[in-house]
């Protein structure tokens, strides 16, 4: 069901959602649309500018209550993101953890500064500046980390006075819409505030996305839809914040550590099958250390075990859809294969399980090496030079990238020259706690997304 303006709403038509690894029904979700989006915006229109006038602190009771209700059904949850998006445990433990957390360090936030005493440009002037709320908040999010990447923009979007209209995917809107609107309602948010249409993205989401009701549109997803939303709302002239995928580069230099690097390398390209926006696509090896670092890694990847993420021992689940199985072997490997890459390992599936699959002798001209696989593949690009290594990193749309080398200024001397949001030496990525990681914006992926603690002005037009 929709939830809109305080209340569960049915609607006339449902979906199926479905557990992943075994197929089996575990829900229905409402297929909403264009009124549907537009009753909820209207509701969040009414609602902001009396949850903008509460005190900073009764906003963060609000979340605390927020957090509380979701807390309380942790060990639901955690199984149910397993269910619902086919993760393993471990990584449907830490997306609701992450998802708690943000709600956490959203009260807290809530209740900092609002603005600052600025230079006065004369004597005897004083001069200040308030942040104050951008109103109402779209937000489209995706099926991979479906709480925590909601959570990360309704939490500070909530603190800092803004209401919300969540649309979750249509592959996880348990996880990632309903049981997010069972909470609100139980921590007594007040009508209006926060806000769930289901459906899918042709028509809710569309409908979300376009709609002129918006202060601004959160979108995380593909490049694709995404850059079809950014072209709308710059013909509008509407603001949005978008994070989108991108081909992520794994360097390995001449003189690195090729039993570490191959060991990260599973949690950089496999995580999640592989099926994150930071994982790496791309495998850019230095020709002195390939055969090593290849022989390494499949050894690695046939040693994981892919089944039920509810069996023990279990280390990949299934993927999503169908649609996406079919995407990663008929768009992505088998095209790469007809070019001329070897199956070092894997490129079989039973279902939705599929094997993680090593490919050697990738070139630029393969979708392997091109596209955002989304998917357990590595493929393997050797160089021969650190400067065609660096050629061959640049030059396509990245998210975070990875350099292994012994010598640690050498391994920061070559990810200073790589084009992308973070880069990080001898370590996957930032969600593993890189120590050496050196964090920024990227200039095609990531605009408007702040790594690290919240940024008060992000959701304030302060």
Same mark, same amino acid.
């Given at each position: 069901?929709?939830?809109?303006? /305080?209340?569960?709403?049915?609607?006339?038509?449902?979906?199926?959602?479905?557990?992943?690894?075994?197929?089996?029904?575990?829900?229905?979700?409402a297929l909403?649309?264009?009124?549907?989006?537009?009753?909820?915006?209207?509701?969040?229109?009414?609602?902001?500018?009396?949850?903008?006038?509460?005190?900073?602190?009764?906003?963060?009771?609000?979340?605390t209550?927020?957090?509380?209700?979701?807390?309380?059904?942790?060990?639901?949850?955690?199984?149910?993101s397993?269910?619902e998006?086919?993760?393993?445990?471990?990584?449907?433990?830490?997306?609701?953890?992450?998802?708690?957390?943000?709600?956490?360090?959203?009260?807290?936030?809530?209740?900092?500064?609002?603005?600052?005493?600025?230079?006065?440009?004369?004597?005897?002037?004083?001069?200040?500046?308030?942040?104050?709320?951008?109103?109402?908040?779209?937000?489209?999010?995706?099926w991979?980390?479906?709480?925590?990447?909601?959570?990360?923009?309704?939490?500070?979007?909530l603190a800092?006075?803004?209401?919300?209209?969540?649309k979750?995917?249509?592959?996880t809107?348990?996880?990632? /819409?309903?049981?997010?609107?069972?909470?609100?309602?139980?921590?007594?948010?007040?009508?209006?505030?926060f806000?769930?249409?289901e459906?899918?993205?042709?028509s809710?989401?569309?409908?979300?996305?376009?709609?002129?009701?918006?202060?601004?549109?959160?979108?995380?997803?593909s490049?694709?839809?995404?850059?079809?939303?950014?072209?709308?709302?710059?013909?509008?002239?509407r603001?949005?914040?978008?994070?989108?995928?991108?081909?992520?580069?794994?360097?390995v230099?001449?003189?690195?550590?090729?039993?570490?690097?191959?060991?990260?390398?599973?949690?950089?390209?496999?995580?999640?099958? /592989?099926?994150t926006?930071?994982s790496?696509?791309?495998?850019?090896?230095?020709?002195?250390?390939?055969?090593a670092?290849?022989?390494?890694?499949?050894?690695?990847?046939?040693a994981?075990?892919?089944?039920?993420?509810?069996?023990?021992?279990?280390?990949?689940?299934?993927?999503?859809?169908?649609?996406?199985?079919?995407?990663?072997?008929?768009?992505?490997?088998?095209?790469?294969?007809?070019?001329?890459?070897?199956v070092?390992?894997?490129?079989?599936?039973?279902?939705?399980?599929?094997?993680?699959?090593?490919?050697?002798?990738?070139?630029?001209?393969?979708?392997?090496?091109?596209?955002?696989?989304?998917?357990?593949?590595?493929p393997?690009?050797?160089?021969?030079?650190?400067?065609?290594?660096?050629?061959?990193?640049?030059?396509?749309?990245?998210?975070?990238?990875?350099?292994?080398?012994?010598?640690?200024?050498?391994?920061?001397?070559?990810?200073?020259?790589?084009?992308?949001?973070?880069?990080?030496?001898?370590?996957?990525?930032?969600?593993?706690?890189a120590e050496?990681q050196?964090?920024?914006?990227?200039?095609?992926?990531?605009?408007?997304?702040?790594?690290?603690?919240?940024?008060l002005?992000?959701?304030?037009? /302060?």
């Amino acid at each position: 069901m929709h939830y809109i303006d /305080g209340a569960f709403v049915p609607a006339a038509h449902t979906g199926s959602v479905q557990e992943k690894a075994t197929g089996a029904e575990i829900g229905r979700y409402a297929l909403g649309d264009a009124a549907d989006v537009d009753r909820a915006v209207a509701a969040a229109r009414r609602a902001q500018p009396g949850w903008a006038a509460l005190g900073a602190p009764e906003r963060a009771a609000h979340l605390t209550a927020f957090a509380d209700q979701l807390r309380g059904r942790y060990d639901e949850l955690v199984e149910l993101s397993m269910k619902e998006t086919g993760g393993v445990r471990a990584k449907a433990v830490d997306e609701v953890s992450a998802g708690l957390k943000q709600l956490g360090i959203s009260a807290v936030e809530a209740c900092g500064t609002a603005g600052e005493v600025l230079q006065p440009y004369k004597a005897g002037k004083l001069s200040l500046s308030r942040a104050v709320p951008l109103g109402v908040l779209g937000i489209i999010t995706p099926w991979n980390y479906p709480v925590n990447l909601a959570m990360r923009a309704v939490a500070p979007g909530l603190a800092f006075g803004n209401t919300i209209v969540l649309k979750p995917a249509e592959l996880t809107p348990i996880i990632g /819409g309903q049981v997010l609107a069972e909470a609100a309602h139980a921590a007594g948010l007040p009508p209006g505030v926060f806000n769930v249409v289901e459906g899918d993205g042709p028509s809710a989401g569309h409908a979300l996305a376009e709609h002129r009701g918006l202060d601004l549109l959160d979108f995380t997803g593909s490049r694709e839809v995404g850059t079809a939303i950014a072209l709308s709302a710059a013909r509008d002239l509407r603001p949005v914040r978008l994070e989108l995928g991108g081909s992520n580069a794994f360097v390995v230099l001449d003189d690195a550590d090729v039993e570490l690097a191959a060991s990260c390398a599973l949690i950089a390209s496999l995580e999640f099958q /592989g099926q994150t926006c930071i994982s790496a696509s791309r495998h850019i090896v230095l020709e002195p250390v390939a055969d090593a670092y290849v022989a390494a890694l499949t050894r690695k990847v046939e040693a994981l075990k892919v089944g039920d993420p509810f069996d023990a021992g279990v280390d990949l689940g299934p993927l999503i859809s169908e649609v996406q199985r079919d995407r990663v072997h008929e768009r992505i490997v088998l095209p790469s294969v007809a070019k001329g890459a070897v199956v070092a390992t894997g490129a079989t599936y039973d279902g939705l399980f599929y094997r993680p699959t090593v490919l050697t002798g990738v070139t630029p001209d393969m979708p392997a090496f091109a596209e955002e696989i989304f998917g357990p593949v590595l493929p393997v690009t050797v160089a021969k030079t650190t400067e065609e290594a660096i050629d061959l990193v640049n030059g396509y749309p990245m998210l975070m990238n990875s350099v292994f080398s012994r010598d640690l200024m050498r391994g920061l001397a070559v990810a200073e020259r790589l084009d992308a949001g973070e880069v990080h030496v001898n370590d996957a990525h930032a969600r593993h706690g890189a120590e050496n990681q050196m964090p920024g914006f990227t200039r095609r992926q990531w605009i408007g997304v702040q790594r690290g603690t919240l940024d008060l002005p992000a959701w304030t037009r /302060g």
